[in-house]
């Protein structure tokens, strides 16, 4: 997804820069090519050899330093930056930038850029808030430096407050939306379901499954964000509803989901049915609560519609559907089985028996499968940076 993009990141000292170590390698997964630049300080928390490792590229430590088998001077760094992340950027560094003075590699690089430059602080949440950093943050801003908040909680020095690093997803969800600003889903019409639905047995009482939503907001956000026009129809989950979209449509049972999807169909470009639809309800629903005897009950469930079946029937032949097959045995076999039977132009398998994937997981790990049978396996990554390589993979197929 980040193929043939360079990042540079420049490290300053801190506590988090332990975090940066993740960051980097999940930027190497989306195939990005990274940049590590260290401050002296920074080398006390990490070596540079971690970074070394992680980025497959020579870290750079200090202007004077020889740098061994390395013929890319700071002047070419700062070129061949597509972004500039400073993270985690001390009071120094800021102070350093605003103020032009360039002292080390680091200060260095990032004055020579002419790429975005996305600041992520992390201090001691008194340094934070001082007014000469505050007034150098702003300053910045209006230089058109981006920032990246931190976040409150628990610092390193034992005081609670804000100026811990953010989380190494927002910094990474950051970046993509930075590196993907050309907007590449702009105008298109793209309906997504998600979450679970409820199937009612009586007043109180219903059916369910453990579909969190997670996976589905996740990819309406990241479409808003690459400039489509969103439609979620969302069971009920205890997520926020992305705030970006175009229009929301709570539904509860499988029924109000389909009669919904019809609606909306046939203005869409794109259908992401992320949704884990229940395939049958119970067959009787009683108006009174239904009361408990000594003997057991037996439940008659009659079957709801396939939806995603449906759809693969009525969509025309423009429109790009794509289904998630959650399975737990026999994961690609049942996929291929579902892709076919659905019609669907992309399916995307998940074992959700595995460890960080899943209905309730933050992450997830899932193989991409075309109609033509081309397979791409994805190592677990958080359910928002998948939405990108999901989405990514669908805007390559639609522009052929
Ligand atoms: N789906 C749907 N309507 C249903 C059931 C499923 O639209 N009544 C969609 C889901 O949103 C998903 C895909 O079909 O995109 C596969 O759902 P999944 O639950 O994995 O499979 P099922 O088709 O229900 O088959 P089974 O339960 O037998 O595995």
């Known amino acids: 997804m980040l193929k043939g993009k360079t990042i540079v990141i420049g490290v300053s000292g801190g506590i988090a820069v332990y975090k940066m170590c993740d960051v980097v390698s999940r930027l ?17 928390f990490v070596s540079p050899l971690t970074f070394q ?3 497959m590229n020579p870290v750079v430590v200090d202007m004077f330093e020889k740098i061994q088998k390395w013929d890319i001077e700071h002047i070419s760094l700062a070129k061949s930056a597509d972004l500039f992340l400073v993270s985690p950027a001390t009071a120094n560094i800021i102070g350093k930038i605003v103020n032009g003075i360039a002292d080390d590699m680091l200060s260095t690089t990032v004055m020579a850029t002419k790429a975005p430059v996305i600041i992520a602080p992390a201090m001691n949440t008194n340094m934070y808030n001082n007014p000469i950093v505050q007034n150098n943050i702003t300053k910045l801003k209006e230089f058109g430096y981006n920032f990246i908040d931190p976040e409150q909680g628990r610092l390193a020095c034992g005081d609670l407050g804000i100026g811990k690093l953010a989380n190494v997803t927002t910094i990474i969800e950051s970046i993509t939306n930075t590196l993907i600003n050309n907007k590449p889903l702009d105008e298109k019409k793209i309906l997504i379901t998600a979450g679970p639905t409820r199937e009612p047995l009586d007043p109180v009482r219903f059916m369910t499954n453990y579909s969190s939503g997670k996976m589905g907001y996740a990819i309406a956000e990241a479409a808003a964000m690459q400039g489509a026009e969103v439609t979620l129809i969302s069971g009920p989950v205890n997520i926020p509803k992305p705030s970006n979209i175009k229009k929301y449509i709570p539904i509860k049972t499988a029924t109000e989901m389909f009669e919904a999807v019809k609606e909306n169909l046939s203005q869409q470009d794109i259908v992401i049915k992320t949704a884990a639809v229940a395939d049958y309800r119970p067959k009787i629903y009683e108006n009174q609560k239904i009361k408990k005897s000594d003997g057991d009950i037996n439940l008659t469930l009659t079957r709801n519609t396939d939806i995603l079946k449906w759809i693969g029937m009525h969509k025309n032949p423009q429109q790009y559907i794509v289904g998630f097959a959650a399975e737990t045995n026999d994961v690609m076999e049942n996929g291929i089985k579902k892709l076919h039977n659905k019609n669907v132009d992309l399916i995307i398998v998940n074992d959700i028996t595995s460890v ?9 790990c899932v193989t991409l ?27 390559k197929q639609i522009s052929k």
């Open 369 to 395: 499968i075309d109609k033509n049978g081309l397979k791409q396996n994805h190592a677990v990554m958080p359910k928002k940076e998948l939405a990108y390589v999901i989405l990514d993979y669908i805007t």
């Open 28 to 44: 190497k997964k989306l195939n990005a090519n990274v940049h590590v630049i260290m401050t002296k300080s920074a080398t006390e």
């Open 53 to 55: 490792s992680l980025s």
């Open 356 to 364: 960080n994937a899943g209905f309730e997981s933050d992450t997830n």
